[in-house]
């Protein structure tokens, strides 16, 4: 398949493009100079849209702004429902999709002007396919909210912690991948090494089981930096105190009770502050990450830098312990 035609490539740069580096081998990757790009804040899709696409949009349609307008409302609508992407090449297909709809409408005789907003949206392209993560409405001993990386940008996730009668076995469930797996156990063993200073019984696991849950089970999740959230989600099932439900958290742990730095924090700042989270906890080490976090979202969150894991539960955890709820109650009462 070489035409063997000599060809000076001396003054070429080839530039590639990818949203998952983990996917380039090895080999290839240590030979390329790396430039990482921040994915779009919600805001910035939107004045992109607005500015540019949108208008993109209408005008290869062979419409006019006289035909359709595009409201605020109804772009967000797009970007929240119907996209799920670090960029916006998606949101220009759904923006077209929307074009040649009433370009259809306009040749079928129609020639009203149509406003999109969120009304025309959901008529046009249909229920949202996409609905964000929200903060838990309750708190719960064992339940904690992390924050994620994904190729599509951060994201929330709940880690769930159970317990039942045993004899020590610890389940670990939601297709996490080795790394993840590997923080499970590391945060396990440092709440058994502390037991006696959590106020627990040291030999608290001879009795019991644990199971570590990660909803979301048909999405694979790996890397280290739910460690932290892993290791409050059980130090508050096996204390009885709920952790507070505007509190997210990221960080990697040793079994010497550091908190490691990881990445993404931007995305995952931004994905805190879309789900209403209110206090974040990061590693000490990612303070220089914040100046990348746009000031209005940083302005909107308390972020507590921790060095120590030991940091943690004084930050996050309730001032008494939950009370049981009762089955016979209606939901979002307790029992008194």
């Known amino acids: 398949h070489y035409i063997d035609t000599p060809f000076d490539l001396s003054q070429v740069v080839f530039l590639a493009t990818a949203n998952n580096p983990d996917t380039i081998p090895d080999p290839l990757y240590d030979r390329l100079e790396v430039i990482e790009v921040a994915g779009y804040t919600r805001r910035e899709k939107g004045a992109i849209a607005r500015d540019f696409l949108c208008p993109k949009e209408v005008s290869s349609h062979g419409l006019t702004p006289e035909i359709i307008d595009f409201t605020e409302e109804g772009i967000f609508a797009i970007v929240d429902g119907h996209t799920r992407e670090a960029g916006v090449r998606n949101l220009e297909r759904e923006i077209g999709a929307v074009c040649r709809h009433v370009a259809m409408r306009h040749a079928e005789g129609n020639t009203d002007k149509l406003i999109v907003d969120v009304e025309a949206v959901e008529k046009i392209l249909g229920a949202a396919r996409y609905t964000p993560e929200v903060a838990e409405l309750r708190s719960q001993p ?5 924050l994620a990386w ?4 951060g994201d929330i996730l ?3 912690a159970t317990k039942m009668p045993g004899k020590g076995d610890i389940r670990i469930t939601g297709n996490l991948k080795s790394v993840m797996q590997e923080s499970a156990h590391a945060a396990v063993s440092f709440v058994r090494s502390r037991a006696a200073q959590l106020g627990l019984d040291p030999e608290f696991m001879k009795t ?6 990660v909803p979301k089970g048909g999405t ?3 890397g280290p930096s739910a460690g932290v959230a892993m290791f409050t989600a059980i130090s508050s099932l096996m204390l009885g105190y709920s952790v507070k439900r505007d509190v997210a958290m990221t960080g990697e742990i040793t079994l010497r009770g550091n908190v490691l730095p ?6 995952k700042l931004l994905a805190a502050h879309r789900a209403g989270i209110k ?7 990612n303070e220089r990450d914040l100046d990348d976090v746009p000031k209005d979202v940083r302005a909107e969150l308390t972020v507590h830098l921790i060095k120590r ?6 930050l996050v955890l309730e001032d008494r312990p939950a009370v049981e709820a009762d089955p016979n109650a209606d939901e979002g009462t307790t029992a008194p």
Do not use: M, R
Request: avoid cysteine; aromatic fraction near 2%; charge should be negative.
């Open 220 to 222: 694979p999740k790996d």
């Open 208 to 213: 019991v089981d644990l199971h570590l849950h």
């Open 158 to 160: 709940f880690i769930e």
């Open 150 to 153: 994904t190729p599509s940008g």
């Open 142 to 146: 064992g339940v904690v909210t992390g």
């Open 262 to 267: 990881v990445g993404g924090i931007k995305e």
């Open 279 to 285: 206090t974040v906890l990061l590693p000490a080490q």
């Open 309 to 314: 894991i030991d940091e943690v539960l004084p």
